[in-house]
């Protein structure tokens, strides 16, 4: 039970920012108090969906308004002022993925909150996705047996290098409910037919016009290997599929008596099958897919949960779902595809030591 109604200012109100106000819109909780940004055609668009203050600066927002939740819905690069400006005020933050441009500065959020006691979770909603919820369980169980490997899914219709950030990080967040922390990884990473080289990093708008700005990327096609605590071992691949397949979206978790697979933009009724089995066989096989079913709990938005997640966080004085910490991590297993490739694919031990964005490192060193 909610012990309070939540007051929200939103710093960022392009497309993201809009879905924010959408999702809260008939939620009683929480009302949307303030609106944030640089760009006076997004604050009068988001100001038509939502009766709120405006802001040009978020620290002033914060001095005025007194939120008690800041939502950052920049793109990466603006993730780190408007998050720093409400943590080191006392004020909880649900930020957008990725966490950071680098994790120099996630460093920064995370210290920020530890400091202050306010409450940093990043916006990786799959944390909270009802099937990843009922397979977690089930592992717990024992449903599957031990588990053996965690396989990320991902949309493609990027290539690798911009899907690294924009939706690597959530699969990668939803691998680490499963796996546990990472101990290691490593990675490949290939452009045009051949091992990408530090001649072919660019910035993310170079790479895909269209898309969010992420900061550096390289390559069309990418794999990665983890190695998680407990000998669970894990794998990712960016392909680099022009087409833009949804319903490839999410993680596979193989264990010893049989297998969990959740397809995360599928949260609605159902997104989970179970295979009571340990390897597939052949396609014939496949109907040996069991749907498992989520009742009312597949109906809950995950975007919805992760604000109650955060609001109970801050009132049980604990870390929510899809923490700062966990955000990090997650984008740090991303950076460590890069940071392992420029090394020759070699295992890279986690976290990283070296804190610089892997790209800018090795782009300074031509």
């Given at each position: 039970m909610m012990s309070r109604h939540y007051r929200v200012a939103l710093v960022g109100c392009g497309g993201m920012g809009r879905?924010?106000?959408?999702?809260?819109?008939?939620?009683?909780?929480?009302?949307?108090?303030?609106?944030?940004?640089?760009?006076?055609?997004?604050?009068?668009?988001?100001?038509?969906?939502?009766?709120?203050?405006?802001?040009?600066?978020?620290?002033?927002?914060?001095?005025?308004?007194?939120?008690?939740?800041?939502?950052?819905?920049?793109?990466?690069?603006?993730?780190?002022?408007?998050?720093?400006?409400?943590?080191?005020?006392?004020?909880?933050?649900?930020?957008?993925?990725?966490?950071?441009?680098?994790?120099?500065?996630?460093?920064?959020?995370?210290?920020?909150?530890?400091?202050?006691?306010?409450?940093?979770?990043?916006?990786?909603?799959?944390?909270?996705?009802p099937g990843i919820g009922k397979a977690q369980e089930m592992v717990a169980a024992g449903t599957i047996g031990e588990v053996v490997l965690v396989r990320g899914r991902n949309k493609?219709?990027?290539?690798?290098?911009?899907?690294?950030?924009?939706?690597?990080?959530?699969?990668?967040d939803m691998m680490l409910c499963f796996g546990g922390q990472p101990e290691w990884c490593s990675g490949t990473v290939y452009w045009r037919g051949a091992l990408a080289g530090s001649d072919d990093i660019m910035d993310s708008k170079e790479m895909a016009p269209k898309d969010r700005d992420s900061g550096p990327v390289l390559g069309e096609r990418a794999i990665g290997h983890y190695g998680f605590a407990g000998g669970i071992l894990g794998e990712i691949h960016f392909l680099g599929y022009e087409t833009l397949m949804s319903d490839n979206y999410g993680v596979d978790i193989?264990?010893?008596?049989?297998?969990?697979?959740?397809?995360?933009?599928?949260?609605?009724?159902?997104?989970?099958?179970?295979?009571?089995?340990?390897?597939?066989?052949?396609?014939?096989?496949?109907?040996?897919?069991?749907?498992?079913?989520?009742?009312?709990?597949?109906?809950?938005?995950?975007?919805?949960?992760?604000?109650?997640?955060?609001?109970?966080?801050i009132e049980e004085e604990c870390e929510p779902p899809s923490s700062g910490l966990e955000g990090r991590t997650a984008f740090e297993m991303i950076l460590g595809l890069y940071q392992s490739h420029r090394q020759g694919g070699t295992r890279?031990?986690?976290?990283?030591?070296?804190?610089?964005?892997?790209?800018v490192a090795w782009r300074d060193e031509r």
């Open positions: 879905q924010h106000i959408q999702a809260l819109h008939d939620v009683p909780d929480f009302s949307v108090v303030a609106l944030c940004d640089v760009s006076e055609k997004s604050l009068a668009l988001a100001g038509e969906m939502v009766e709120a203050a405006s802001y040009g600066d978020c620290a002033t927002m914060c001095d005025e308004i007194e939120p008690d939740i800041v939502v950052v819905a920049t793109q990466t690069r603006g993730h780190l002022g408007p998050s720093l400006a409400a943590l080191e005020r006392g004020i909880s933050v649900l930020c957008e993925k990725p966490i950071a441009i680098d994790l120099e500065e996630a460093d920064q959020m995370v210290a920020a909150a530890q400091r202050s006691g306010a409450r940093l979770a990043i916006n990786q909603q799959n944390h909270v996705n493609s219709g990027r290539k690798s290098g911009n899907e690294f950030t924009e939706m690597g990080t959530h699969v990668t193989l264990g010893t008596n049989g297998q969990l697979t959740v397809r995360a933009s599928r949260w609605r009724d159902t997104c989970l099958w179970h295979l009571p089995r340990p390897m597939e066989g052949t396609p014939s096989d496949l109907d040996a897919w069991q749907e498992v079913p989520l009742g009312d709990r597949g109906r809950e938005d995950p975007i919805i949960r992760m604000y109650y997640e955060l609001a109970r966080a890279v031990e986690l976290p990283l030591v070296d804190r610089r964005h892997p790209l």
